[in-house]
């Protein structure tokens, strides 16, 4: 049984040094057990990844073989990011769309030239939910690209007066009278 996984894991480290889905410093995720990181070591049985906390993951290649392997790398650094933000009900849609496109342009951190999107969603319990997404030069900046991303979104829905309303629920009690003695 354990030369069967072997053989396993080393048929699929042909397969994986032959399709080249990713190479030695491609950033990927494999998705199937939830790990991410910079492949620095591709092996006949393993792949060695180095994650975003500097630690060093084998993956057997058999998992990488049958699972969903995203390259953040390819074909280019390019990467889009996006959050999601409620705003009020009763909220001018178009003036809250027009503010959180224009605070994202106005930062550094984003592609100019590319697409900035605020897309109405859905109709949540408590909001209104827009989806904003922008594009940035470099991948390996996305965790701290949210935080500016949603930092921008917050400041300037405040400073236009627009309510980023919280989860609410309305409780009301009834009490009658007990009718007795019939």
Sequence with gaps: LAAQETLGDMISGFTIMLDQPFQ?????????????????????RSTRILTRDNRTVSVPNSVIGKGLVVNYSEPSTVYRVETHVGI?????????????IDAVRAQDWVMKDERI?????????????FRVRCWIEHYVETRGIIDKLNTTLYLALN???????????????ETGSVISGQ
Excluded: C, K, N
């Design 24 to 44: 030695v410093g491609d950033r990927v995720e494999i998705q199937d057990i939830d790990t991410w990181g910079d492949v620095i070591d591709i092996g006949l």
């Design 88 to 100: 009020a009900y009763g909220t001018d849609i178009e003036y809250a769309r027009q503010v959180m």
């Design 117 to 129: 999107e605020a897309l109405f969603l859905q109709f949540g319990e408590s909001a209104l939910t």
């Design 159 to 173: 400073e236009a007066g627009i309510i980023i309303p919280i989860p609410q629920r309305h409780i009301h009690v």
